[in-house]
Nanobody
Framework: QVQLVESGGGLVQAGGSLRLSCAAS????????MGWFRQAPGKEREFVAV???????????RYADSVKGRFTISRDNAKNTVYLQMNSLKPEDTAVYYCSGGRTYYPFAADYWGQGTQVTVSS
């Protein structure tokens, strides 16, 4: 079992930045690819980004087209933490953001989920 706890959400103006963190405990963190998803009100949960277990190159990360060039996913296996740096935020980025862990990088399928953290971008 893996427990995931997100933090770092909040209210920010359009064009601003936020960094989300997700702390993992339980099983070996580096055994899992880690992903971020989000769910806006009235919409289905959607993929945001994923990072492989041990990033070795730029191809170790993937992003949704809607966030490519603005968001960066990274991880620190020594701290059992995955991050999502979000820059140039837009009102349409408003959602609950969820951290997830899965056994495979591609295709990524989440086995574990965090409780979510709210991100609100005002115009």
């Amino acid at each position: 079992q893996v427990q995931l706890v997100e933090s770092g959400g909040g209210l920010v103006q359009a064009g601003g930045s936020l960094r989300l963190s997700c702390a993992a405990s339980g099983r070996t963190f580096s055994d899992y690819a880690m992903g971020w998803f989000r769910q806006a009100p009235g919409k289905e949960r959607e993929f945001v980004a994923v990072i492989s277990r041990i990033p070795w190159s730029d191809s170790s990360t993937r992003y949704a087209d809607s966030v490519k060039g603005r968001f960066t996913i990274s991880r620190d296996n020594a701290k059992n933490t995955v991050y999502l740096q979000m820059n140039s935020l837009k009102p349409e980025d408003t959602a609950v953001y969820y951290c997830s862990g899965g056994r495979t990088y591609y295709p990524f399928a989440a086995d574990y989920w965090g409780q979510g953290t709210q991100v609100t971008v005002s115009s």
